[in-house]
């Protein structure tokens, strides 16, 4: 399962949604990639100011506010 984490520089919310990540990653296997929507166009205009973003195989499957019981729910199925 490959997850992707959209973020950009300087946002805290995309930091704790990383942390966060790592923690489950910890529980599951997953890959994770980061995306830096401020360096790919076509994620920046999808996204905007929604990130943020989690997609899973390429399906967006949540956004802030991420809730971490949720997530696991998710990646850990």
Do not use: H, W
Request: with cysteine; proline share 3%; charged share 30%.
């Amino acid at each position: 399962m490959r997850v992707t984490l959209y973020t950009k520089a300087d946002c805290g919310l995309c930091d704790e949604a990383a942390s966060m990540l790592k923690r489950l990653q910890k529980q599951g296997r997953f890959e994770i990639e980061y995306v830096d929507v401020q360096s790919d166009a076509e994620a920046n205009e999808r996204l905007g100011l929604r990130i943020p973003v989690i997609a899973v195989d390429g399906e967006e499957v949540a956004a802030a506010p991420l809730d971490e019981q949720q997530l696991a729910a998710i990646l850990l199925r």
